[in-house]
Structures are given as C-alpha cells and as structure tokens.
C-alpha cells in the first residue's frame, strides 16, 4: 500500500453505510466521505512502518486455554429476555418479514 | 487404500459425470451452549433456553465449553484429520434477526483440524468412496427465524433457543459422483458420529444439517471437458431429500448446459432451495454485499493449543469406529461384509450383545442369523434398546446350543425364544414346560415305522428316487409328536424305506 | 476528624462507618444533596438513585448496630459510570440507541461493589458508547468541568471525573479504552487508574473495543482507588480475558519508600504540541520523585507516536463489530416503520424533503430498513463515525492494509514497554497535551479530538498499567495531570508511587471553586 493519501469515494462510504446498517442522508453522505478520507489518510501512515517481521498482536494477553465446564446454568425467564423486545408477541421476538432467504450465504 | 473405481467416476461422450461436495452442520451432544450454561435440549418453548450471552445483551461475554470442544477433536480425529496444534477463533460479521451478536464466532483461517477423510463402501459392492475432507471447525448456531406466510403477516417470530449452540461444520472435498454415494456417505457419517457420541445427527431435529454444491462434468467429443456452473442447494431435510435435489439438479444442469452452453466462471455460484414437495430447486434471489463478512479474530476469547497428551487423550477416548468394527466382526466372527454391516449399523451395544453372543455360541454365523432373524425384528416390534431387551446372550445362546445338540429344531427353538422373551422365565423351564424331552430312539424308530406304513404313495416315490418326498413325512411326524428332530425323522424314515 | 462527610477520604468514610463514627445514611444524605445541588450545573450523572442508596444505607446501618459483618467498602457513595450494567438502573452507555434500557443482569464490577456494601448512588455520564475525549458526545448533553463549567471534563468517563472532582461521591468506576479514565483524571485534577488489561472483570461492561476495554477507580487519592481495586479486581470466570493472578493487598503496600524506583522520562513527550505550562508541571512532578528517592531516566518508545493511528484502527473495528447488536430487533431503540422522519445530529425529527431524500433510499427489503433507520436515528455522529471507519478497514481488501497491518504495529508498541521495562521501572510523563479545553472547541474536527489521547493510547494497545494524578494547576487554576505507567500487573507499583507523591503533594486534596 503506498503512503499517499488514498481518497474514499462517494461511492466507497455508501458501500460502508450499507454494510454497517446506517441510514445516510445525502448531505450526511457528502459530509462524512470528507471526514473519513481524512482520517483514513491519517491512519494510513501506518504503511510506512516496517513491520515485515512482525505477527499481529490481537490479544494483548498471552494467555490460552480457557473453558468452562458442560454444566447448565440457570436461563433468564423468557419474561426478561423479551422485556426489552421493542416488539415481540409473548413468545418471540417480532421483525420485519425475513422472506426466503437463510442467513449467511 | 484407493478406492475401486465406481462406474459413475467415468463418463463417456453424451454423459457427464455429476460432481458433488458437501457442507454439514452438526449439533454437537453436549448438555450446554457453546458459550453459555443455557441447555439445548430440544423443542422447549421458544425463548426459554436464553440468557445474556446467547442474546447477546450489551456487556455480555463468551466462555468456551471445554466438552463442546473434546467432542470436536474427537470428530475430527475418527475423520482422519489433522488437529492443528493452535488454533483460534474469528468473528463473521452480518447482520440477520436470529444473529442477536450481529456476529457469528466461529473460526475463519486457522480451523481446529483439516485434510482428513472418510470412506463410504456399498455393503452390496455397488460402489465406494473416499471423500476427502477439507476442514472440520466449531462454531455457534444462530436462532431460528419462522415466517407464517398463510397468516399474512408482515412480521417474521425470532426464537433463540438454538443460538448458541454448539456446531461442528465439516466441509468435503467435491469427491462424490452420484447422488447415491451421497446419501450412503452421509448414512456413513451420521453412523460414525453417533458411534462416537459427538451428536445425534437428527435431521428432522436440526442437529444435522446438509448443503451441498453440484456441478457437472461434461466430455467434449475433442476431449476437453466442459464444466457448468457449481449451484449450492440448500433447504434439504432429509437425506432422502439430499440425494432426489441432488438427483433433480442434476438433470436440470443438464438441460441448461445443452441449451445454453454456459460454464463454470461465467457466472458467480448461484444458491437454490430444494422445494420437497414439488421436488425441484429454485433459485434464491443473489446478495451482493453478503460475502464480506469482515474476519477478524474474536477478542473475547483466547487461543487454545492442543498438546499431544491431549491428543492421545482423546484417541484413547474414542472407541472403535463403525468401519473398524465391520472388519473385525467380518474376521473375527467369519460372518459377511453384509452381516456385519447389518450389525454395526444398529450400534455399540447391539454389537456388543452380538460379540458376547457369538463367543458364548462358539460360531459366528448362526449367532448373526439369530440376530438379523429374531432379536432385531423383535427388538424393532417392541420399541426399547438392546440392553433393556429381555433375553440374555446366555439364555440366547442356551436355546441355540440345544439346537445344535439336536434337542429340538430351529423353529422349536423359536417358539421357546418368544416364551422365553414374553414370560421371563428361564430356557430351561420354557422347555421342560413346554414338554419338550429328546425323542429317544426306540420311540423314533417306532413312530417312523408308523409313518412309512401309512404313506405308501411317498414311499413309492422315495424309491422312485425321489428322497425329498420323505420330507412330507415330518410335518405328520411332528403332528404326532412336535418334540421330534425333522432331521432325524428324515433320515430314519429313508433308512426304514431302504431296508423294505 | 471533620465532621463533613464531604471531606473526608473514601478510607476515613469506611474507617468511620465500621467504628461507628458515621453513619452510612448520614454520609449518603450527605452526597445525595451535593449531587442534587450540583448536577443541574455538571450534568455528570445520568441518573440518581436516591431511594435505593438511601435503603442500602440504612440496611448497612442496621447490620452494623446487629453487629453482623460489613464489606470492605460498607457505607462508600460510589457513581458508576453508565457503560457498566446495573439491574435495578437504566443502562444507556449516554445512547439514545439505549435510552431506558434495563438490563437484567450486574456487571461484575457491580456485583463485586455491592458484595463490599458500596452504595451506588448513581450512572454517571459518558461520551457515548465511550468513544470520545470531551464527554461531548453523550446524548443527554455533555458534562461541565468543575473547575470551569465552561470546560469539558475530558472523556469518555467525564461523567465519572467531574463526580469525584465536585465531591458528588468519594468514588466513581470508569472505564480506560484508549485513556478514558487517565485523560479525565487529569483534567479533572483527581487520580483514575488503568488496570493492566484482564485485572479486572470486563463482564457486564458495554464494550467499545474489547482488547483494550479495562474498568477502574476513580477517586481522590492512590489509597482511595487502592482500596476501591482491591473489591473489584480479581478474576472471573465469566470473561476468558480475565487473569488468574492472586490480587495483592494494595492498600498496606502504599508506604513503601521509593528509594531505588527508576521512573523513565520519554524526551518525544515533550515535543511540539506540549502545552508550556503542563510541560513546566510535569518536570517539577519528577523533581519530587526525585525528591522521593527515585532516580529519572531518559527511555525511549520509539513507536509511540504510531499510537493514534494504530488505535484508531484497532478500536473502530472492533466497535464496528461490537456495536453491530444494536439494531433494533432484540433490544434497544427501533425506527418507526414508515419513514419519512429522521433524527437530526442534535436530536428531534425533521421530515425529509425530497432534496434530502436518504442515500440508501432504495433499502432491500423492509427489515434492512429497519435496521438502518434505527442505527442512523439511535447513534450519534461520533459513534457512526467510528463505525464506518471500522467496517472500511475490516472490509474486503482493506483488510491487510490497516486492520492487520495496526495489529503488527500493536506488537512493536508492546515490544516498545517491554524493553523500556528492562531499564526503568515506572514511565512517567503528560496524561494530556493541554489542561481542560473549552466546550466546543475541539468537536468541529474529529482528528483533532482523537489527538487528546496521544499519551494514553499506548498503555491499552500494550495491555500494560497506568495512573494519572494532579501535578500542580496552570496559572488559569486548571489542573495538571501527570502520568505513571507500568509492565504488566505493577498496580501495586503505580499506586505506592503515587502515594508516595500524594504524602509530599497537596494538589490532589484541592477542591474546584464550584459555585452552589
């Protein structure tokens, strides 16, 4: 990746907005195409540090193997778990129809 | 050990070869979530098996289930795969209702195992298979999304019960080549993970899951083979299922191919639904954005590294896999591929009676006889397991060692094994009960005489040269007295019409 | 002893409230009344629970006069910054995305507190969803500095910083994420420390970015938030991050004379951009370390000036993905099906025009609206800032340039530490390039606000410890912050270190000259 500045396109942040579930408005669209263009040519000075020997550091940790036992544990009531439910029928949450279609690809 | 060329592997010009791989999910049998203490067992009321980390609430956490992943290694170990010594876990990010995180934690790069294998062999010789295996990784299931479309509502109804739980999802090598093999290769499968009690691989309960990605090769008469495009059919639920959608597409790329010409990279890999009751699939309309799922490694979770102590572990935990088991009865009992895969088929513990059986018996055969013929249709009339089934190796093996010591004849023995099995009482009173007593030889020469007299026509025809008419005398024999041996009535009535 | 409860240190209340000399209603009346006549002015708590503290008061009361056992903490006022889940009060993180939510579950850290008898008295302010530097950011208004109201108290835990500061609680819980807790500390003129990261439980604490997130105290003095880690640190099985080391006695290794501590001094901090007078307060805290018994060190941390822009990587995505739950199907705030109103950045609804029509307009299918609506209407900018920036850098082809290529400067920054560590034992410096900045000045420009963090940034990418404390005040009556930052689990170290200089020091004893 070069260092030079690289520039997100209208284009770009709507392909992100989309991705990220946000709802952008066209002034909004315009405004933050700006913003992010900066900042990401901001963070992009990271291009210029040599890090050719260098693994990733994901976890701060160095620690590994943690699990717990096979052992069931008190559910919440479902009175709770849908207690927060903007919408939900008493025994499940409810959402805009999901019409055939699974999940992930 | 290669596997015998099967007569799909080759096709000649105006014919293809069907390719196929397979993509399985499999609930692992483990009392909790993958990362909760919230249970999974099956069919509770919706939303009632869910707590902060399943619904993923703000600020809830994720813990592994040190089980969920014993049982992953073992899998992948009676797979033949490698177990990478670390490995860890990543995020696939997407947003669906009945992915409460917004996130799936599953494993992207660094998969728990890989490069194994497992062979399905046609017990009738039809056919067999080694299906390479690509990975083996643990992941969560999502909840369950229903949409009453006859109540009209806009509204689909989240359940998250099942998110959570945890998977096993094990991806093949496109190895298969006909829908048949990949029905049997997933009979072989669900054997082999139920043997190992990883799941119960219930499709009509979820816990096993089948998509499966089909594509044609097709002989050019120059030589080049044109391949079409691979389509992944989901929405299968039985493996029935599988083999007719696999069957369907089949046919149907080949009809499109000849009126189209289209091939493999024209196009980006379409998705169709199996539809079961019309028996055809149907393309799913195609998501753009839906493959960039952003992997990156879960920082809610650590690594885990498996050391060879652990693996030896759990080799030591496994037990003997079905296909294993087949050869050993085969050799060890003298019994046919066939036999034994009947046997196996049925699981550990029937085995297990069947080996204590034979032992007991001294002779493998007749033990698999008795088996198939009589425990297994009683056992499947009743209901219940092999360890609750009433009759005893021992006791079995009573009846049938007094069989052989010419007590009484088989279908005697029958009728003593069905008083056995619905009185509880022993071999031993059911016979002397039942008045069964050995014939002695006084009283069978007499009765034999008797016979002979009273049938002049069979007579004339045993000496006529045909000796099967004399079988027509057992039945009366046994009529006169049913504690005869037919064997022994038969050669005694030949003797008595030789010497007239 | 004084007879205010106002002044007196959170170990002279639990001192007092086991002997007797207080009582726990007494001192929560006390603080209740300061945090009514003070947070119309400061803003810094979201919500106040008077009933229930004043009912944990008086049961704390009443097992004491039964003679029965009280916790470490019994009769403590503590605000708890409104990022960590409490059961019996609203939980927003400063969000509309969360207004009125409940969860039904305490985050540990609560948990723990309420064991030790704390009284949570109430949720403090925050920048929302703990992302930014000014407590700006927070939907229900910022928070004022208590030394001048027309300042921001830093961020995200302003709330928590102005709290302590103005005396509302002796105590308050925050959270460190790229300086949270250090950098308001600092402005606030009182003493927030970073845990080494998994030293305290991180279950039940929304997250921002997860392999940074680190609670911890705020309060007065280093025996004060000594004796508030020792309740909540520890670890827990509930969260795989959390560390198994035993938690040491803080409180009774305090005293220990800093004869022989090497404290690093890294020449970069002072570069351009150094404010004078905090530079000026900073030199003169290491003269008194010196004084102390320390020797000062010039060491080097050659990429901390990667800091920014690898955190600015790392956090994003990761709270790209960590925010990706609120979407309105499960909890939180949903749209209104229908559309036709949006939510301006400052709150209230303006109907679209057909000018200003929505650039995903054409949404797939009507649950994709409904996601979108509701995260564009429930965040604040800042929030989708962060998001965006994130999901670009974890996208399709991004993903080597910047995610990955941050994590690998991540490990250079944490090299960086542990070999600093092989010559010095603490490193000291700015938590803060300048004191308390005015409101809006620095919310024009997100850049210019991600700077704020540049000293603080570096302990959370490394996983290492760090403690802010006042240094002494600008010529505006400003307070200065001074930062200590250790290896890996020398809480004890950071907190015995700024004890020591709290003993020869009066700034942290000062108080804001709040007008009520």
New interface residues.
């Given amino acids: 990746m070069s260092s030079a500045s690289p520039s997100l396109s209208r284009q770009d942040v709507a392909?992100v907005a989309?991705?990220s579930?946000l709802a952008l408005s066209e002034r909004e669209l315009d405004h933050l195409t700006g913003e992010l263009s900066k900042i990401v040519g901001f963070v992009s000075q990271l291009a210029d540090v040599d890090t050719s020997a260098v693994e990733?550091l994901?976890?701060p940790?160095d620690?590994?193997?943690?699990?717990?036992?096979?052992?069931?544990?008190?559910?919440?009531?479902?009175e709770s778990?849908?207690r927060s439910a903007p919408?939900h029928?008493g025994?499940?949450?409810?959402?805009?129809?999901?019409?055939?279609?699974?999940?992930?690809? | 050990m290669a596997a015998a060329p099967s007569p799909a592997d080759v096709a000649s010009p105006g014919s293809f070869t069907t390719i196929i791989g397979l993509e399985v999910h499999v609930q692992l049998q483990?009392?909790?979530k993958l990362f909760?203490?919230?249970?999974t067992t099956f069919g509770a009321?919706?939303?009632?098996?869910?707590?902060?980390t399943c619904?993923?609430?703000?600020?809830?956490?994720?813990?592994?289930?040190?089980?969920?992943?014993d049982l992953a290694v073992r899998a992948a170990l009676a797979l033949e795969c490698t177990i990478a010594p670390f490995t860890?876990w990543d995020?696939?990010?997407?947003?669906?209702?009945?992915?409460?995180?917004?996130?799936?934690i599953s494993q992207f790069d660094l998969p728990f195992s890989s490069d194994g294998f497992l062979e399905v062999v046609d017990p009738k010789g039809a056919f067999s298979r080694r299906v390479g295996i690509i990975r083996v990784h643990l992941e969560e299931d999502?909840g369950k999304?229903?949409?009453d479309e006859a109540a009209g509502?806009?509204?689909?109804?989240?359940?998250?019960n099942r998110a959570g739980t945890p998977l096993c999802e094990i991806v093949t090598q496109p190895d298969l080549r006909s829908p048949q093999e990949a029905r049997a290769w997933l009979n072989e499968l669900k054997l082999l993970l139920v043997y190992l009690g990883v799941s119960d691989c219930n499709m009509q309960e979820g816990s096993l899951r089948v998509d499966a990605n089909v594509n044609l090769h097709i002989p050019r008469p120059d030589g080049s083979v044109a391949k079409t495009p691979i389509v992944e059919i989901?929405?299968m639920n039985s493996f029935r299922s599988v083999e007719r959608a696999l069957a369907y597409e089949a046919a149907r790329q080949w009809e499109e191919w000849q009126a189209t010409g289209r091939e493999l990279g024209s196009a980006p890999k379409q998705?169709r639904?199996w539809d079961d009751p019309a028996g055809v699939t149907r393309g799913?309309?195609h998501?753009e954005?839906?493959?960039?799922?952003?992997y990156?490694?879960e920082?809610?979770?650590?690594?885990?590294?498996v050391s060879a102590d652990d693996l030896a572990r759990a080799r030591a935990a496994m037990g003997v896999p079905p296909a294993g088991l087949r050869h050993m009865l085969a050799e060890r009992w003298s019994i046919s591929a066939y036999d034994a895969d009947v046997l196996v088929n049925q699981g550990r513990d029937l085995v297990a009676y069947f080996e204590e059986l034979a032992g007991l018996v001294g002779e493998g055969k007749v033990a698999s006889n008795w088996m198939q013929q009589d425990v297994l249709r009683t056992l499947n009339e009743r209901g219940g397991t092999i360890d609750a089934f009433p009759v005893r190796p021992p006791a079995l093996a009573d009846i049938i060692g007094r069989i052989a010591a010419g007590d009484f004849d088989t279908s005697r023995g029958r009728e003593i094994f069905a008083e056995v099995l619905a009185s509880g009482r022993t071999v031993a009173d059911v016979v002397s009960s039942l008045g069964i007593a050995a014939v002695d030889d006084d009283a069978l020469d007499v009765l034999c005489r008797e016979l002979v007299a009273a049938n002049p026509k069979i007579v004339a025809d045993v000496q006529g040269g045909k000796e099967q008419a004399a079988a027509g005398l057992i039945g009366q024999a046994k009529k006169k007295n049913p504690n005869v041996n037919p064997g022994k009535v038969r050669a005694k009535c030949l003797e008595i019409i030789r010497g007239l | 002893m004084p007879s205010d409860p106002l002044q007196l240190s959170a170990v002279e209340i639990v001192a007092a409230v086991r002997s007797g000399d207080l009582t726990a209603t007494a001192c929560t009346e006390a603080f209740l009344d300061r945090i009514a006549r003070t947070n119309g002015t400061l803003n810094a708590f979201l919500c106040v629970d008077r009933e229930g503290a004043l009912a944990r008061a008086a049961d704390i009361d009443a097992r004491r006069r039964a003679g029965r056992p009280l916790g470490p903490l019994a009769g403590l006022p503590v605000g708890v910054k409104d990022a960590?889940?409490t059961a019996d009060l609203p939980?927003t993180?400063a969000s509309k995305m969360?207004a009125g939510?409940r969860?039904?579950?305490d985050?540990e850290v609560v948990a723990r507190l309420r064991r030790a008898d704390a009284v949570i008295v109430g949720k403090t302010n925050m920048d929302e969803f703990a992302m930014g530097g000014s407590n700006e950011n927070s939907a229900f208004g910022p928070v004022a500095n208590p030394w001048d109201t027309s300042r921001a108290p830093g961020g995200s835990s302003g709330g928590s910083a102005a709290c302590v500061a103005a005396d509302m609680a002796p105590v308050a819980i925050g959270s460190d994420t790229g300086g949270s807790i250090r950098q308001p500390a600092g402005l606030c003129g009182i003493t927030g420390l970073k845990p080494t990261y998994g030293r305290v439980s991180?279950?039940?604490?929304?997250?921002f970015?997860?392999?940074l997130d680190q609670i911890g105290p705020m309060a007065r003095s280093a025996a004060d938030c000594a004796l508030t880690l020792e309740a909540i640190a520890g670890h827990d099985?509930?969260?795989?991050?959390s560390l198994t080391d035993a938690v040491p006695d803080y409180s009774r290794m305090l005293d220990k004379p800093l004869t022989g501590l090497r404290i690093g001094r890294v020449p970069e901090h002072f570069a351009a951009g150094l404010d004078p007078e905090v530079a000026r307060g900073v030199e003169e805290a290491f003269a008194v370390f010196r004084e102390l018994g320390a020797t000062v060190h010039d060491v080097r941390l050659p990429h901390a000036h990667h800091g920014i822009p690898t955190y600015y990587l790392i956090a994003p995505?990761?709270a790209?993905?960590n925010?990706?739950?609120y979407?309105g199907?499960?909890?939180g705030y949903r749209a209104e099906p229908g559309g036709g109103h949006r939510a301006e950045p400052g709150g209230g609804h303006r109907a679209a025009d057909g000018r200003d029509a929505d650039a995903t307009a054409a949404f797939e299918s009507?649950?994709?609206e409904m996601?979108c609506r509701s995260r564009a209407e429930g965040f604040g900018p800042e929030v989708k800032r962060r998001i965006m920036l994130g999901?670009y850098a974890?996208?399709?082809g991004y993903?080597d340039a910047y995610?990955a290529k941050a994590l690998r400067v991540r490990r250079l920054i944490r090299q960086d530490y542990l070999d600093a560590f092989e010559s010095v034992d603490l490193i000291g410096g700015p938590v803060s390039a300048t004191a308390a900045f005015p409101l809006g000045e620095k919310t024009g420009d997100p850049l210019a606000m991600y700077l704020v963090d540049m000293y603080t940034v570096t302990a959370n990418l490394a996983g290492v410890g760090g403690i802010s404390f006042p240094c002494g005040f600008t010529a505006g009556g400003l307070p200065i912050g001074f930062q200590l930052q250790g290896p890996a689990l020398a809480e004890s170290l950071l907190l015995n270190a700024t004890d020591r200089f709290q003993s020869l020091t009066d700034w942290h004893r000062r108080r804001p000259p709040l007008a009520v």
């Avoid at chain 1, 620690?63 to 479902?78: A, C, E, G, I, Y």
């Avoid at chain 2, 909760?36 to 249970?39: D, K, L, M, Q, V």
């Avoid at chain 2, 509502?153 to 998250?160: K, V, Y």
């Avoid at chain 3, 991180?202 to 997250?207: C, D, E, P, S, T």
Wanted: glycine share 6%; with cysteine; net charge positive.
């Fill in positions: 392909k989309l991705l579930r990733p994901a976890h940790l620690s590994q193997n943690v699990f717990r036992d096979d052992v069931v544990t008190p559910s919440l009531t479902r778990v849908l919408r029928d025994e499940s949450f409810l959402v805009p129809a999901v019409l055939g279609e699974t999940g992930a690809a | 483990t009392a909790t909760c203490g919230c249970p009321p919706p939303n009632t098996q869910v707590c902060p619904l993923g609430l703000p600020g809830s956490l994720p813990v592994m289930n040190r089980h969920a992943f860890k995020r696939k990010n997407y947003f669906y209702p009945d992915l409460p995180k917004g996130y799936q999502a999304s229903m949409h509502t806009a509204d689909s109804r989240i359940d998250l989901k929405n998705t639904g799913q309309r998501k954005e839906s493959s960039d799922y952003r990156f490694p920082p809610d979770l650590v690594p885990v590294r | 960590l889940c939980t993180c969360l939510y969860p039904p579950y985050a991180r279950r039940g604490l929304v997250a970015a997860s392999s099985p509930g969260d795989s991050t995505c990761e790209s993905s925010l990706a739950r979407d199907a499960h909890y009507p649950l994709v996601y999901t974890l996208s399709a993903y995610y």
